[in-house]
């Protein structure tokens, strides 16, 4: 506890003297935790390029050594700061070695360039982020009983009521807080297991989504600071007969978007039938390994060891929205990515495949 009880800083409201302050955010060694640190600029800023390049520990993220500690944080994406909010800013940085290439735990700068190569393509992406609320210990979940299991899945997906709801006060200040910065959030909904929510985010052209999704989930958590609530990206945070957690994505390139666009996306779910190795490689931070423990073929999800598709089917590799059948044009989603999945390397691995066939 902050010794606060709950209540405002009463500090916040104090004058800054013409000065805003800059929260640095990168990913870590982990490729799924984030990290940050403040400075102070003499003038407010939104011109990503007035923006100095800075350092942090890497022997402290698991980025470096000792010996060789300074990473390198340029940044990349500036949004606008909801929790100290006036003028201040949170932005998204890339990390560099000190030779000022990329870092190897960068997959941004990669995923960028192949967005570049694909531009003409306009590649559209929107995330569905799934994630699971605990208690303040991080082991036990949100509103479940304290010994023993809620009901059975049925009644919580989309639901309403504090019998079958868990944690919609921080939902709605997510929510809130994301149109604020000025993240493309679109959605958000309970998802099948209690205490498990969803949002969305999109659409996003290119390397916006991997920048939109990557400050959505850091205001998440640092919001959930604020109800003394942990936030956990984990795939399969409750064994069992408890649905996981994913990061289903939907893809749509210009001409998937125009008349006779399911022709193409047919084409391009015929490219990922024969890249579906390489996908899994890339949709989870471990290689496959979290992902393993989600996609069984159960719980909504196929085999991962299998590449199917079908229109409507939830239980596919990749779902063609029914109202995209329909109308023949429009989008598809790809279910396999975890919830704790880096976007850039999703969205990268995707235009790589239906894009640039690589």
Not at 42 to 56: Q, V
Not at 261 to 271: M, N, P, S, T
Request: aromatic residues 10%; proline residues 6%; hydrophobic residues 30%.
């Amino acid at each position: 506890m902050d010794g606060l009880d709950g209540l405002a800083n009463p500090f916040m409201d104090l004058d800054q003297r013409g000065k805003c302050q800059a929260y640095y955010m990168w990913i870590d060694g982990s490729g799924q935790g984030l990290r940050g640190k403040t400075r102070t600029l003499d003038e407010p800023c939104t011109n990503m390029d007035d923006l100095p390049i800075w350092n942090f520990d890497g022997s402290s993220t698991s980025q470096a050594c000792g010996e060789n500690s300074d990473v390198y944080l340029k940044p990349v994406a500036i949004f606008k700061d909801p929790f100290r909010r006036g003028d201040n800013i949170l932005v998204m940085c890339e990390t560099l070695t000190h030779e000022l290439e990329p870092h190897p735990t960068n997959y941004r700068r990669e995923c960028n360039a192949n967005m570049d190569r694909c531009k003409d393509q306009h590649p559209w992406f929107g995330i569905e982020q799934e994630y699971t609320m605990f208690d303040f210990t991080g082991r036990h979940p949100y509103g479940w009983p304290q010994n023993g299991y809620p009901g059975p899945q049925g009644p919580y997906h989309c639901g309403v009521g504090a019998e079958n709801v868990k944690g919609r006060k921080v939902v709605e200040a997510h929510y809130r807080c994301c149109m604020y910065a000025g993240i493309k959030i679109a959605g958000s909904n309970a998802e099948t297991m209690p205490s498990q929510w969803e949002y969305q985010v999109g659409p996003c052209e290119g390397i916006s989504m991997g920048d939109h999704l990557w400050v959505s989930r850091w205001i998440l958590s640092r919001l959930a600071e604020e109800f003394n609530v942990v936030i956990s990206f984990d795939p399969k945070p409750i064994p069992g007969d408890w649905n996981g957690a994913g990061c289903h994505t939907n893809i749509s390139t210009q001409k998937m978007r125009e008349p006779g666009g399911l022709e193409e996306i047919y084409k391009a779910i015929k490219c990922l039938s024969t890249k579906h190795a390489e996908h899994i490689l890339s949709y989870d931070p471990m290689g496959g390994a979290d992902n393993k423990r989600r996609l069984t073929g159960r719980h909504e999800t196929a085999s991962i060891d299998n590449f199917n598709y079908g229109v409507a089917h939830r239980g596919a590799s990749i779902r063609i929205p029914r109202q995209v059948a329909a109308d023949e044009l429009g989008y598809f989603e790809d279910r396999r990515p975890s919830s704790n999945a880096d976007p850039y390397t999703v969205t990268n691995r995707i235009v790589k495949t239906i894009c640039l066939g690589e």
